[in-house]
């Protein structure tokens, strides 16, 4: 019975032994997983604003439920929709800007130094030498200072009517109406005093360049003049005066160059041309907005001016900070510069934030400034100080500038909040 219990034990502590010897399975270690953008997203706290929730995961709820509505449309799913929340988690966080940043001088840095690589360059539309905008740093400055006239005024008119977008000759006859033609354009006057007589012949070149009604015309002559004038065939017409003075014939033949056949008011050129989109446009050397938007034939929606002031006079000074915006961005794109939208967009906020678009120059956003220490700063300083003086101005130290002049901490980043020490610890 020892025995046998003593063979059992050996046995047992046989079995132990090789158990022990046996290799254990390796078991895989789980890999460090790296944070994502949205992993790190996951981890940050609501935030709420007036009791309604204004940020989730990072980002403010409205561009998620818009980005949620995007990703639904483009049905975008699994490690593309991954990859797109995490592109666009790092736009937004590159967007953000810190509390005191000093954007203003940004901007005046990020304008100002490309800037410098403009030239004196004049667009000319293909075709038509006549049709031109200018493009380099002539149109930045007449942008900047609000100027009430550009230099090359131009128009791009749109149509919306599909049967003259859809034939060329219907588009060109439409456009070429659109030209001002006065009398004196298309006529040649010959003035014979001696027999008392003047002639009046048509330049059939110009007659059939601005698609003018020869017809027409002769019965505004005649009302002009007065009296029926003797005709000779299709190309002339006769006036014979008797007993008038010399000075009132000349008046009225010069009334009569300048009487308006057709078109609109200030548009003497025009070229046919295409968009990005192949959609046939109107350029136009002159520009007359309110004219032009209120023909049946013109989507009125597009068509637009380089004239600032006139966007602003015809729809309203918000069109014409978008106007601002967009010509001087156009203006840096074609020169191959640049620049992000936020600084330009601050730019048009500060020339139109009082209802008119004011230029950054000495009679528009210099002369507006509150701090005589401002106004000093950027031209004619003693006439501002003097003026400032007189009329008793009290300086507050309000601005950048004011408080550089004098020596003081500006209002910007660090020197936005106050540091208060407490006594108990």
């Not at 005024?153 to 599909?162: F, H």
């Not at 528009?364 to 300083?381: L, N």
């Amino acid at each position: 019975m020892a025995a046998k219990k003593k063979e059992t034990k050996e046995k047992t502590t046989k079995s132990e032994k090789a158990s022990k010897k046996e290799p254990k399975p390796k078991v895989a270690k789980p890999k460090a997983v790296k944070k994502t953008a949205k992993a790190k997203k996951e981890e940050v706290e609501p935030v709420y604003l007036q009791g309604e929730l204004f940020e989730k995961d990072g980002m403010p709820v409205k561009i998620m439920e818009d980005i949620d509505a995007v990703i639904a449309e483009i049905k975008v799913t699994g490690k593309e929709k991954e990859k797109l929340l995490e592109r666009v988690y790092k736009h937004y966080e590159d967007t953000l800007v810190e509390p005191g940043e000093a954007v203003g001088i940004i901007t005046a840095q990020s304008l100002g130094e490309p800037g410098t690589q403009l030239t004196l360059r004049t667009k000319h539309y293909a075709g038509a030498a006549e049709v031109s905008v200018g493009s380099g740093i002539q149109r930045v400055e007449e942008i900047v200072d609000g100027r009430s006239k550009a230099k090359y005024p131009s128009m791009t008119i749109y149509v919306k009517d599909e049967e003259i977008k859809k034939d060329p000759k219907k588009m060109d006859k439409f456009a070429k109406n659109l030209i001002d033609v006065r009398i004196g354009d298309i006529v040649k006057i010959t003035e014979e005093f001696a027999k008392n007589k003047v002639t009046i012949t048509f330049d059939q070149e110009a007659v059939d360049e601005r698609n003018v009604d020869v017809e027409d015309v002769f019965d505004k002559i005649d009302k002009h003049m007065k009296k029926d004038g003797k005709r000779k065939g299709k190309e002339a017409v006769e006036f014979v005066f008797k007993n008038e003075p010399l000075l009132k014939i000349k008046r009225t033949l010069n009334k009569l160059k300048a009487l308006r056949i057709q078109g609109v008011r200030g548009i003497d050129k025009i070229i046919v041309s295409h968009d990005e989109n192949n959609e046939p446009v109107i350029k136009t050397r002159g520009t007359n907005l309110k004219t032009v938007i209120k023909i049946d034939e013109v989507d009125g929606s597009r068509t637009t001016t380089n004239d600032l002031k006139e966007i602003s006079k015809v729809l309203g000074i918000e069109a014409g900070r978008i106007s601002v915006v967009n010509e001087l961005s156009g203006v840096l794109r074609e020169n191959g510069i640049a620049v992000d939208i936020r600084h330009i967009m601050l730019l048009g906020d500060l020339m139109c934030w009082d209802g008119d678009i004011r230029g950054i120059v000495r009679t528009g956003i210099a002369r507006q400034k509150a701090s005589p220490f401002a106004r000093a700063s950027f031209e004619e300083t003693v006439k501002h100080l003097l003026d400032a003086a007189f009329t008793g101005e009290i300086e507050r130290l309000e601005g950048v500038v004011e408080n550089i002049i004098v020596g003081q901490p500006i209002k910007v980043g660090t020197g936005r909040v106050n540091l208060i020490m407490s006594g108990k610890k």
